[in-house]
């Protein structure tokens, strides 16, 4: 049995003021500084404000990168639905601008990166950048004309949680737990993405992403929770527990997400995907 969700919205000149920092690519940047200051609270590592800086430059580079790439498979006729959408048209009416920010960008974050961050951080970067330049060839364009390989979403999420933590974890000599933490966030991320797939990537793709969703959302969000009541000794209770919870509540909003997608518009899911992620915004005990 075939599943049948909303058509895309029609485009318009009239855009809502809650879809323009999607359609400026702000979103994904926006979640990533919040995930940085969180992380750098749990952990204990003050960061200057250049480490915020860098990675929003980077990740919105990325972002806007990507979605230019959608754009020109759009205009080329790729009738996927998850191309025929609001951004990805207005990124199709604007697409010199955005390739003219992306280097000015990007020329920035550099320059900041190579003079003003430490260098156990700028090194880990380029090992997390080179695994950029790898999952661009592998997963969005793959070299060659070679088909996608398989795992995007795992790939995506291990990207951006490696890409958010390196200021954190890159020179972390403490005694708090690393590796548990960072499989939960990057199993978040990955669930982000897989959520935004069931909801309007291509139909192969959509009905293995459907399938996943929810059972990994809900391992996840108790996962989360149960390591944050139980997992945590009292030494690193008071630092992680806000970070754990974080994670729980982000896991338990986009499973809801999922299970109501069928009502829900496609440039609304996306945004709300993102909003479900901002949960570190939401006062912790």
């Not at 994904?28 to 609270?41: R, T």
């Given at each position: 049995m075939s599943e049948t969700l909303p058509s895309p919205a029609p485009l318009s000149d009239r855009v809502p003021a809650w879809l323009w920092p999607n359609l400026l690519c702000l979103d994904?940047?926006?979640?990533?500084?919040?995930?940085?200051?969180?992380?750098?609270?749990a952990y204990d590592m003050p960061l200057e404000?250049?480490?915020f800086l860098v990675l929003f430059l980077a990740v919105w580079c990325l972002y806007a990168g990507d979605r230019i790439l959608d754009a020109l498979k759009r205009r080329a006729g790729d009738?996927?639905?998850?191309l025929q959408t609001p951004r990805h048209a207005f990124m199709g009416r604007h697409l010199r601008l955005?390739?003219?920010?992306?280097?000015?960008?990007?020329?920035?974050?550099?320059?900041?990166?190579?003079?003003?961050?430490?260098?156990p951080i700028f090194g880990a970067g380029l090992i997390v950048a080179t695994g950029a330049v790898a999952y661009f060839g592998a997963f969005v364009a793959p070299i060659g004309g070679n088909r996608p390989l398989p795992g995007k979403s795992l790939a995506a999420g291990l990207l951006i949680a490696a890409g958010i933590t390196v200021p954190i974890f890159a020179d972390y000599s403490g005694k708090?737990?690393?590796?548990?933490?960072?499989?939960?966030?990057?199993?978040?991320?990955?669930?982000n993405i897989?959520?935004?797939?069931?909801?309007?990537?291509?139909?192969?793709?959509?009905?293995?992403?459907?399938g996943l969703v929810t059972p990994l959302g809900i391992a996840l969000t108790l996962a989360a929770a149960g390591y944050a009541l139980f997992g945590t000794t009292v030494e690193t209770a008071p630092a992680l527990r806000p970070l754990l919870f974080s994670l729980s509540l982000a896991g338990a909003a986009l499973t809801i997400l999922h299970v109501n997608r069928r009502s829900i518009?496609?440039?609304?899911?996306?945004?709300?995907?993102?909003?479900?992620?901002?949960?570190?915004?939401?006062?912790?005990?």
């Open positions: 994904a940047p926006i979640v990533s500084v919040v995930w940085l200051g969180v992380f750098s609270a404000a250049t480490a009738p996927s639905p998850g955005f390739a003219v920010l992306i280097f000015f960008a990007a020329f920035i974050g550099v320059l900041v990166a190579i003079t003003r961050l430490e260098r708090l737990p690393v590796e548990p933490v960072f499989a939960l966030f990057a199993g978040i991320c990955a669930l897989l959520a935004i797939s069931a909801r309007d990537g291509d139909l192969e793709g959509r009905r293995l992403a459907a518009g496609q440039d609304a899911f996306r945004v709300l995907a993102d909003v479900a992620l901002l949960t570190p915004l939401i006062p912790m005990p």
